[in-house]
């Protein structure tokens, strides 16, 4: 098994661009977690889907975030437009039930400039 | 809103010595999990906790977690350095997971 796949694995790019991540998480898993990871704030977790439908959102910080997951393969995390203050590590995890244990990707680590 | 304490927030260690930390929530938790995170790496599991007064134990580690489901620890015992990493331990009170901010292990040879 490839475990829960992340891309890119670093980004960086100017304020006010728009940044996409992309996760694929295990075959089978229908839980999807996006987190942030800040040496400030730890690790927040920003929305998880089941089965492909957003469940909580509440964490996303505000509107320039936003998450999809077009099928149970894939989802990306946008951010547009970006500020410095995104610079983080974002993970992407999944499970295969709400409150089981969660196989984190790699993440990606974003660089705002 | 629903709150994970976490303490210490660093601990340096001799090899040989013993570690713990510990987690409280604000609410009551249906379950309590512990993940492990290397420098540079990602969180990875450790174990879950569900029962009222659980206590698992893996080799060297120890996890307890409260008669009142709020509060978690997890103990090494005789750390070794490849224990290094930042320990969270994560719980899902109602529909919200919260996470614990971390304790960096730090353990000299």
């Known amino acids: 098994d490839a475990g829960v796949i992340q891309s890119p694995r670093h980004e960086v790019t100017e304020m006010g661009q728009e940044v996409t991540l992309r996760c694929k998480p295990i075959?089978?898993?229908?839980?999807l977690f996006w987190y942030r990871q800040t040496m400030m704030r730890g690790l927040e977790l920003l929305i998880y889907?089941?089965?492909?439908?957003?469940?909580?959102d509440s964490g996303m910080p505000e509107d320039r975030f936003s998450a999809k997951m077009p099928n149970a393969s894939f989802s990306t995390l946008k951010i547009q437009p970006s500020e410095p203050r995104d610079s983080a590590v974002y993970f992407c995890?999944?499970?295969?039930?709400?409150?089981?244990?969660?196989?984190f990707g790699p993440g990606t680590r974003l660089t705002v400039l | 809103g629903q709150q994970v304490m976490q303490i210490p927030q660093y601990q340096h260690v001799q090899e040989g010595e013993d570690f713990t930390t510990y987690c409280n929530s604000s609410?009551?938790?249906?379950?309590i999990q512990w993940y492990k995170q290397r420098p540079g790496g990602h969180p990875v599991f450790l174990i879950q906790?569900?029962?009222?007064?659980e206590v698992k134990k893996q080799k060297r580690l120890t996890f307890q977690f409260g008669e009142a489901k709020k509060n978690s620890s997890l103990h090494i015992t005789a750390t070794q350095t490849t224990d290094v990493g930042t320990y969270f331990c994560?719980?899902?009170?109602?529909?919200?997971?919260?996470f614990g901010a971390g304790t960096i292990l730090r353990v000299k040879s």
């Open positions: 995890a999944s499970n295969t039930g709400r409150a089981n244990e969660q196989f």
């Open positions: 075959s089978g898993h229908d839980y």
């Open positions: 889907f089941n089965n492909n439908v957003p469940i909580d």
């Open positions: 609410t009551t938790l249906s379950n």
């Open positions: 906790l569900v029962k009222s007064g």
């Open positions: 994560a719980g899902w009170g109602g529909n919200k997971l919260v």
